[in-house]
Structures are given as structure tokens and as C-alpha cells.
Nanobody, 123 residues
Framework: QVQLVESGGGLVQAGGSLRLSCTAS????????SGWYRQAPGKQRELVAS???????NYTDSVKGRFTISRDNAKNTVYLQMDSLKSEDTAVYYC?????????????????WGQGTQVTVSS
């Protein structure tokens, strides 16, 4: 069973930076896509940034130029570097992984979520 463990959240002043990490453990054969989502109080969960197996990245408009998603395939880890943080970035951030396992070798694609990490930006 694959588990995702997130770290790096916390409290930061507006204009500051944080780096989130999400490490997957288990019998992963291939990761097809990695993404970071966030959910603010009273709002729906939204996609913040994603990276697919070929390396292409995608960002929601509100974070373009401020956030950078990256990955370390050898460590099964995806990162989200967040710079120039704003109060509206305050939310619980979740990582998401779409992958296949050694058991299924691409015949089945799984979708797993991290436990979430709180990011609070004070103005």
C-alpha cells in the first residue's frame, strides 16, 4: 500500500516563502502525475500545481510566477516551492499522486492523497 507523507507547512508572514514536500512510500512502479491541491475554509479544494511524467507543469493562475512544482523521481518526492506568499494562499495543502504499482504494471492506475499540511500566511 502506498502512503504519502507531507511536510513543510507552517506560519509565515506575507511575502515569505515555504517549501512543501510529499514523499511516497510503497511499491510504486511509475508515477504518471503529481499535484498539489489546497482547500481554504468554506471553499472547494482546488488544483494549485501539477507535473506529469513527461515533465510538463501546470499552475492555477493565482500562483503563476510565485509557486514552483518539482519532483525527485529517485526519491518519489514532489515539492512545492511557494514564494511571495499572500494571505489568500492560506489553506490546507494536499499532495496527490496518480501511479501504478509493481503488482499491476500499468494495468491499474491508483490515485492517492496526502494527509494535508496547513499553510497560514499572516498579513
Amino acid at each position: 500500500q502506498v502512503q504519502l507523507v507531507e511536510s513543510g507547512g507552517g506560519l509565515v508572514q506575507a511575502g515569505g516563502s515555504l517549501r512543501l514536500s510529499c514523499t511516497a512510500s510503497g511499491s510504486i512502479f511509475r508515477i504518471y502525475a503529481s499535484g498539489w491541491y489546497r482547500q481554504a475554509p468554506g471553499k472547494q479544494r482546488e488544483l494549485v500545481a501539477s507535473v506529469i511524467s513527461g515533465g510538463s507543469t501546470n499552475y492555477t493562475d493565482s500562483v503563476k510566477g510565485r509557486f514552483t512544482i518539482s519532483r525527485d523521481n529517485a526519491k518519489n518526492t514532489v515539492y512545492l516551492q511557494m514564494d511571495s506568499l499572500k494571505s489568500e494562499d492560506t489553506a490546507v495543502y494536499y499532495c496527490n499522486l496518480k501511479y501504478t504499482t509493481i503488482q499491476f504494471l500499468g494495468l491499474k492506475v491508483f490515485d492517492s492523497w496526502g494527509q494535508g499540511t496547513q499553510v497560514t500566511v499572516s498579513s
